[in-house]
């Protein structure tokens, strides 16, 4: 699958099918994730699955009962080692690397849950304590987040996005004029809005 297409073809999905992930999936999934930048290289992210049902519902429950949460056939939960991380960087590094890590781990996870045909979303919204206790998780690990896993049971889906003018700013923040010299851009936002419109009566 093109990249461009991954990015922009991968959803929140929350309605999944009754079919079980392949393993040879998860492998290539989890294998992603462990690719991602991290600082210093120092890949203090750790992953657990869940799929057993009860299992699954400790997490949903944990998920103050997001009730979609419950239907997935496979659940990664990100962790972060917090001492790996505080050794290195001190406080910065365990109340930023450490969460910029996971975060890009998170990310090649579910891009490439996509690219093999799965859809995924992730829960941020969870009682850190439960989920400890639950799963046996130390002191020194940090849950940085949940993500859902499998065939997803939802149609199409569109997503809007805020044009490129309205988040860019040029040389410094909330500054939206530009020297046309040093940023030869408008032409080529205008195709690039042009394409997504066209793409957008695709649909229709």
């Known amino acids: 699958m093109d990249l461009e297409e991954c990015i922009k073809g991968r959803r929140s999905i929350r309605l999944y099918k009754d079919k079980d992930v392949e393993w040879e999936k998860v492998v290539k999934i989890l294998d992603a994730g462990n690719y991602a930048p991290s600082s210093g290289n120092i890949q203090n992210w750790e992953f657990i699955l869940v799929k057993d049902s009860k299992n699954v519902e400790k997490v949903a429950n944990s998920c103050y009962n997001q009730s979609f949460v419950i239907e997935a056939p496979l659940i990664f939960i990100i962790c972060a080692e917090i001492s790996k991380i505080r050794r290195l960087y001190g ?9 910029q890590n996971c975060a890009m781990a998170s ?98």
Request: proline fraction near 2%; charged fraction near 30%; charge should be neutral.
């Open 91 to 99: 406080e910065k590094g365990e109340k930023v690397y450490s969460i």
């Open 107 to 204: 990310q090649n996870i579910m891009l490439m849950a996509y690219s093999l045909g799965l859809g995924s979303c992730f829960v941020g919204a969870f009682d850190e304590d439960t989920l400890k206790e639950d799963f046996n998780i130390p002191d020194n690990i940090q849950v940085m987040g949940i993500i859902t896993l499998g065939y997803s049971n939802e149609g199409d889906l569109e997503v809007r996005r805020q044009d490129l003018e309205i988040c860019t700013f040029y040389e410094k923040y909330n500054n939206t004029l530009r020297n046309i010299k040093t940023f030869p851009l408008n032409n080529m936002l205008k195709k690039r809005l042009k394409d997504i419109k066209t793409r957008k009566k695709s649909f229709t």
